[in-house]
């Protein structure tokens, strides 16, 4: 098993560990410097299958099942979490821890052994800075992936289909269309193959985070294609033509 080490911040224990050389986080000690009251629950529904491990760690003088999170799955945790001071910890994890375990394998305030010069004193600075910028540059395209790549929620999927279905009984009523099955399954059509060419997907399932805003800018300017309308209006002819 790979040595744990447990810095502190604010108080909380913060254990790491390094497996094939990536830095990995005690999830349960994340959650709760984050704030998270129920610390299983938020690990189950904000860290990806593929970001977390199970692992054998020794807590209280028993060897205990727990899970350990990489840095994308640290980063969902701290997106997820609605408390301000998540932002603080985010950035004592990427100015502060990261940078030194990535240097050193550990996390630790180096001792300088000897007198250095002015010139080394300028080459550490730009060293120093240049690593900041890199990690800065990966917190970003972490956020971004987690903004934007991630599939959309239940909740934002819920929404965008309660709009589709609300803008087809809007369309109904605003054009005078008969509310059948037949023109419901025209509107949905029309709307949905619209919905999947400025996304670039083939279903309503392959939405994701980034779609999200241009989706709904796209249902509040729908119309009905005149070729959708010509459809619709046949079928009400011929609805009119067998009642008579």
């Not at 050193?104 to 010139?119: A, C, D, F, N, V």
């Not at 080459?123 to 900041?132: F, H, M, N, R, S």
Request: hydrophobic letters at 35%; aromatic letters at 8%; charged letters at 30%.
């Amino acid at each position: 098993m790979n040595q744990i080490k447990a810095f502190i911040y604010e108080r909380n224990d913060i254990r790491t560990l390094l497996h094939k050389g990536e830095p990995f986080f005690i999830a349960k000690d994340v959650a709760v410097a984050l704030g998270y009251k129920d610390t299983n629950d938020a690990i189950r529904r904000h860290v990806d299958h593929d970001d977390k491990l199970t692992w054998g760690i020794t807590d209280s003088g028993q060897l205990r099942q727990m899970y350990i999170i990489n840095e994308s799955g640290l980063y969902s945790l701290i997106l997820s979490s609605r408390l301000e001071s998540s932002k603080k910890f985010k950035r004592w994890v990427t100015s502060e821890l990261l940078p030194q375990i990535r240097k050193t394998g550990k996390y630790e305030i180096q001792e300088l052994q000897h007198p250095i010069s002015s010139m080394e004193i300028l080459k550490l600075q730009v060293q120093a800075l240049e690593e900041t910028n890199n990690t800065v540059s990966k917190v970003q395209s972490d956020v971004k992936y987690l903004k934007e790549e991630v599939q959309l929620g239940a909740g934002e999927y819920g929404m965008i289909s309660r709009r589709v279905q609300k803008t087809v009984m809007q369309t109904i009523t605003e054009y005078g269309y008969s509310n059948t099955p037949k023109v419901k399954e025209e509107l949905f059509k029309d709307i949905n193959n619209g919905l999947n060419k400025i996304c670039g997907i083939r279903t309503r399932t392959q939405l994701k985070k980034k779609h999200f805003e241009q989706v709904i800018r796209y249902l509040n300017l729908w119309k009905p294609r005149t070729s959708t309308q010509f459809i619709i209006n046949e079928l009400m002819q011929e609805d009119k033509e067998y009642a008579n």
